[in-house]
């Protein structure tokens, strides 16, 4: 054995790793991408990016049923696109190990909302686990296997950002092999018909509950008894604010949340004087300790939204402000598509034609933001598709000449084929533009199913997306390069004028996957500061002193600003 420093996603992988787990599939999302990322570098695991999270966890799921231990990972909003597959899965059982991996974004830092996915492990039926630190992500995810193979169940992992993306010291131990289980037809566990499904919900039930009465002696909770007069109830990263700021009060941890150990959680409330509650969003464990009978206190004292520090803990309990406080805050920096960045071009044309923009999840919603405010809706992956056919039938077709459905190529394999084939089979007359930069760029640049190689590195073949939308029935495709801006208006102009479906796709790989010509600009002294080269929204483009200035140590040479300079101004810096 030997100790190295890891993060906690890959302290999660090499857990897999070490668990003899043979399939990985998932799709990439803040914060929980680095652990397929790191499983992919272990020669002994089969790994996949999948074009999304139902296709992943059912990837997973054939996997155990055919004996193997298998694993898929995603963010907390990736779990609702999962969770067809992970509620039925959840009365069948397994056959190998399966452990579904989820990472919770509490405060929002890349994420459209702060769900609880503690209520999807609930709500399926399936015991949750949450580990607080890097060791334990690694421990608790050889336990979770260990467990889902005691009680034939999968078993949910919830991690959050602060537990995924902070280091710590793990000690890492040999892969412990396990063979494939043989295969046996089992039709009464396996085919979740009514009939079936019935007695199915019978056997989660029963299992669920031994699950319960046993993990009052799971090693993966701990009880602190130390000042009785404070009793914290807690689990993952608000244990470690908890330690930090009342170092002696008495804490239950618990490394199970469902069910949550009932006879442990009476034990530890009664030996000590008050019950408090400290959980980040929404009162899970609160509510169910009170119908338990205990007087526990919790969210009278904190808020559901966003992330708990110990300094707000220590306040809560003490009323004292934190000693050492930062001197001032940290100059705000809003966020802005990188120099360079391909999909520029086509959101400042949308802009100056002034279309009504249906967007999408990815680096291009950023556009929504100044000086573009290019983008008037965003909900959930693959939804501007479907929310421009919806926006057209509730309007008018009129209204799709002025209306734009945009996503990006990843997004598009995700989950907006299917609204493209919605789109044709219901005649909607709406233009669709796929934004191809070669690569799943939001989140930190994995490969999808138009790239070209898989998740190792290895080359795939490279699914075209102009011909999936031919064989959607789209007749009419135009593909284009976004920095050459003429050719985007014309291409938005002619294709939103049709009466019928059309796509236009926008060739050019991320700025930083493929090197822009890297010979910075400069604004000469034609420039008129009629500020039109702001209007683009590059970071490398400043006002000082009241005109514009380009940044040379931010330019990367893309040109944009120079194509839309109308007094031809901007100039390459010739050194």
């Known amino acids: 054995m030997e100790k190295k420093i890891m993060l906690g996603n890959e302290a999660f992988a ?15 999302g803040t914060p929980s991408t680095e652990i397929t ?58 056959t190998g190990g399966l452990v579904l991996l989820v990472a919770d974004d509490n405060g929002c830092h890349s994420s459209q909302n702060e769900q609880d996915s503690r209520y999807h492990g609930r709500g399926a039926g399936v015991p949750v686990l949450e580990p607080a630190n890097a060791q334990e992500c690694k421990d608790f995810m050889k336990f979770a296997y260990e467990m889902s193979e005691q009680y034939d169940t ?12 902070s280091r710590g010291i793990v000690t890492v131990e040999e892969r412990q092999e396990h063979e494939v289980k043989p295969y046996k037809k089992n039709i009464p566990k396996y085919v979740a018909m009514p009939a079936m499904a019935k007695k199915l919900h019978i056997a989660q039930e029963k299992r669920l509950n031994q699950i319960q009465e046993d993990s009052k002696e799971y090693a993966i909770n701990k009880m602190e008894i130390n000042d009785k007069k404070i009793g914290i109830i807690t689990s993952g990263i608000c ?23 009932k006879a442990l959680i009476e034990e530890f409330a009664a030996q000590v004087e008050e019950v408090y509650v400290i959980e980040e969003g929404n009162p899970f464990f609160e509510e169910q300790i009170r119908a338990m009978g205990l007087p526990a206190k919790g969210k009278d004292m904190f808020t559901i939204q966003g992330e708990y520090s110990a300094n707000m803990i220590r306040k809560a309990f003490t009323g004292k402000e934190p000693e050492h406080a930062p001197a001032q805050e940290a100059a705000g920096r809003p966020p802005l598509m990188c120099a360079g960045c391909p999909h520029r071009g086509l959101f400042y044309i949308l802009a100056k034609l002034k279309k009504t923009v249906l967007g999408d999840i ?12 290019a983008m008037d809706a965003c909900l959930c992956m693959g939804a501007s598709i479907t929310m421009a056919h919806g926006f057209e039938k509730a309007r008018g077709k009129d209204a799709a000449k002025d209306t734009v459905a945009v996503l990006g190529d990843s997004t598009f394999f995700h989950s907006g084929i299917t609204g493209l084939v919605n789109m044709k089979y ?32 290895e080359p795939a073949p490279a699914i075209d997306i102009a011909g999936i939308a031919r064989a959607c029935g789209v007749e009419h495709i135009v593909e284009v390069d976004p920095f050459d801006l003429p050719a985007v208006e014309k291409a938005v102009k002619e294709e939103t004028a049709r009466e019928e479906l059309s796509v236009i796709i926008t060739k050019r790989p991320c700025a930083l996957i493929v090197k822009q010509p890297n010979i910075p600009h400069l604004v000469t002294d034609a420039c008129k500061n009629c500020r039109k080269c702001m209007d683009i929204g590059c970071p490398a483009i400043e006002i000082a002193e009241g005109r514009p200035v380009i940044i040379a140590e931010s330019c990367v040479g893309c040109g944009l600003c120079k194509d839309v300079c109308p007094f031809d101004a901007i100039k390459e810096e010739v050194k």
């Not at 090499?14 to 990439?28: C, H, I, K, L, Q």
């Not at 191809?436 to 640049?445: C, K, L």
Request: some cysteine; glycine content about 10%; charged content about 15%.
């Open 14 to 28: 090499r857990g897999a790793f070490e668990a003899g787990v043979r399939v990985v599939s998932s799709y990439p």
């Open 37 to 94: 990322e790191t499983a992919a570098g272990y020669e002994e695991m089969y790994v996949e990016w999948a074009p999304n999270e139902k296709v992943a966890t059912e990837v997973a799921v054939g996997a155990s049923i055919g004996g193997a231990r298998a694993l898929s990972c995603m963010k907390h909003v990736g779990l609702n696109v999962a969770a067809d597959p992970f509620f039925t899965a959840a009365y069948t059982g397994v």
């Open 154 to 165: 999968p078993v949910l992992i919830r991690s959050n950002t602060r537990v995924s993306h």
């Open 239 to 261: 244990y470690q604010y908890v330690k930090e700021a009342l170092p002696e009060a008495s804490v239950l941890k618990m490394g199970i949340i469902n069910p949550l150990p």
């Open 362 to 373: 990815g680096c291009y919603t950023l556009a929504s933001l100044p000086p573009t405010s």
């Open 426 to 457: 219901n005649q909607s007359a709406g233009t669709v533009i796929i934004l191809d930069n070669r690569i799943t760029g939001m989140t930190g640049h994995q490969d999808n199913p138009s790239t070209g190689k898989n998740a190792k590195g």
